[in-house]
């Protein structure tokens, strides 16, 4: 079945798409085996109108499940397609199709060729002050994408993998700290072997010292990643050393317990139900014993 959204009332915004009554008529319409090839043809034409209103000066780049859509002078597309099915790839070895069963179409990453274009198109679907100065979000409204602006660095391959973390897992309610364990395992994936994760002896003295002292309230329930001090630091550290035990220890029981996770509780419940433990116990497996 062959989908014009030129035929769908109220599809178009531009540069943003009325997701809500795209996404109507395709549940009305469009027989459910016939839905993933519908969404890529929307992706298509949502794109071709968005290229047309920045006056045809972006390429498309694309696997089955991944889209890029950046500046024609942008030299790096390829390049940063491939980082993204990398960081998807790492999540999804993680958790499975956990990882992707909230996706209706392809993953579309848009990559503005400034910093003007990037927030007009971004602005409406955000409270004021909620992107500030960002170099990249993942739009959850509607159809679950990403936007982000070119730089001249590979600075936007770390955002891009950053908030791939956050289209992957739209559809929970983790607390923080799990959260950045995966989006840290995300930003491995990005990076040659050599620098993916590594605990020397000093910064993990450093780590047990910190939470020894400071207790993890902060920590389980996310505060610690806003602090101004060493805190901040210690507790993306932190997050990342647990999510690898988590792999070590559980990965079969991993994805129900990512699944269950909420961050109403910091994810005690579903530790004990899914791991068999709580988290003083996670944490003191690598900070030893505690209060």
């Known amino acids: 079945m062959t989908v014009n959204l030129s035929e769908i009332p109220g599809a178009f915004h531009l540069p943003r798409m009325n997701w809500d009554a795209i996404r109507a008529w395709v549940d009305k319409h469009v027989p459910e085996p016939d839905r993933p090839q519908a969404w ?13 209103a920045l006056g045809n000066q972006y390429q498309t780049v694309a696997t089955e499940s991944l889209v890029v859509f950046a500046p024609r002078d942008y030299e790096l597309a390829e390049s940063l397609l491939r980082h993204a099915e990398s960081g998807i790839a790492a999540i999804t070895d993680a958790l499975g199709a956990l990882a992707t069963e ?4 392809p993953l579309v990453i848009l990559l503005f060729a400034d910093d003007d274009t990037y927030t007009d198109y971004i602005w ?19 159809y679950v994408h990403i936007a982000a602006h070119a730089t001249s660095d590979n600075s936007v391959q770390r955002t891009v993998l950053h908030e791939i973390k ?7 309610t983790l607390p923080l700290w799990l959260e950045e364990g ?12 050599w620098a993916r994760f590594h605990l020397d002896a000093k910064t993990a003295s450093d780590i047990r010292r910190y939470w020894r002292e400071n207790g993890l309230g902060n920590f389980w329930w996310g505060r610690g990643f806003y602090l101004p001090d060493e805190g901040q630091l210690h507790s993306y550290r932190l997050s990342q050393v647990l999510f ?9 029981q991993l994805p129900d ?16 139900e899914y791991l068999g433990r ?9 900070l030893g014993e505690g209060p």
């Open 40 to 52: 890529a043809d929307i992706v298509d034409q949502w794109l071709a109108v968005l290229n047309k």
């Open 102 to 105: 909230s996706q209706i179409g």
């Open 124 to 142: 409406p679907f955000f409270r004021e002050g909620e992107y500030g100065a960002s170099a990249g979000v993942c739009v959850r409204q509607g």
């Open 166 to 172: 956050h289209a992957c897992l739209s559809h929970l």
């Open 182 to 193: 995966v989006t840290q395992l995300a930003a491995e994936a990005g990076i040659g072997t």
């Open 244 to 252: 690898h035990l988590l792999i070590a220890d559980h990965r079969r």
């Open 257 to 272: 317990f990512v699944r269950h996770a909420h961050r109403g509780d910091a994810g005690e419940s579903a530790a004990r």
């Open 278 to 286: 709580g988290l003083a116990d996670l944490a003191a497996q690598f």
